[in-house]
């Protein structure tokens, strides 16, 4: 099902808009604020998303896999809020790269506030949609070329744009304890995205889990 992101913006903000806001920006700009690749000859940025390279044409984001050859998933092309997350990252966000600190929701600014909303829509998703069934969310994370961890029952880090990575950590189930889960957020991802945005990165991030054919 794809998700409506209107429910994510606080001012309710249609996709129009970021398309908008998306022709009136200046891609050199863009792209030396934040170090995504530009080619001018084709009119397309070169955005990574969930393990994957995507051609995102300007000044009308059309999204398209770099490889042609590539029949899989991807996340870039199938949703309008994968689309807006590209936009907000070229109108306003910047390059930065992470200290190697991991932070959890509640320490990301306003966190605390919309937590409640963030733990069932995709903490809890991610742990009882995977914490019974640890084989198949490892093979789907290889799949996608995520970089498995030591932490938790199962674990993994992975790219959801250019520079900015996301840990998915799971704690089995049993007989007496509910499955569990954490998502972590590199310490960068403040610089460009609001704490209303990360939910978002967890639905892509988990949809794309489900539709990768695992």
């Known amino acids: 099902m794809e998700i409506d992101y209107r429910k994510d913006s606080k001012e309710g ?11 009136r920006l200046d891609p050199a700009e863009a792209s030396g604020r934040t170090g995504i690749p530009y080619n001018p000859n084709t009119r397309e940025f070169s955005v990574r998303m969930m393990q994957k390279e ?4 300007w000044p009308d984001c059309g999204v398209k ?23 907000r990252l070229l109108t306003r966000g910047v390059q930065a790269m992470s200290t190697g600190k991991f932070l959890t929701y509640r320490e990301i600014p306003w966190g605390e506030v919309y937590f409640r909303q963030f733990n069932g829509r995709c903490i809890m998703r991610l742990a009882f949609s995977y914490g019974s069934r640890l084989d198949v969310f490892r ?4 799949k996608l070329g995520a970089k498995k961890l030591d932490l938790g029952d199962a ?16 704690w089995a ?14 310490d960068n991802f403040p610089l460009s995205f609001q704490a209303e945005d990360l939910a978002v990165v967890g639905d892509i991030s ?5 539709k990768a054919g695992v």
Not at 54 to 57: A, D, K, N, R
């Open 54 to 57: 995507f051609l995102v044409s």
């Open 139 to 142: 093979a789907a994370m290889e």
């Open 65 to 87: 896999k770099a490889d042609p050859g590539d029949t899989g998933y991807g996340a870039a092309e199938d949703t309008i809020a994968a689309k807006i997350m590209i936009i």
């Open 206 to 210: 988990i949809g794309t889990l489900k």
């Open 173 to 186: 189930g049993d007989e007496e304890f509910s499955p569990s889960a954490q998502i972590l957020f590199s």
């Open 155 to 170: 674990s993994y880090e992975f790219e959801f744009l250019n520079g900015y990575f996301v840990r998915f950590i799971l």
């Open 13 to 23: 903000i249609p996709f129009e808009h970021y398309l908008e806001e998306f022709a």
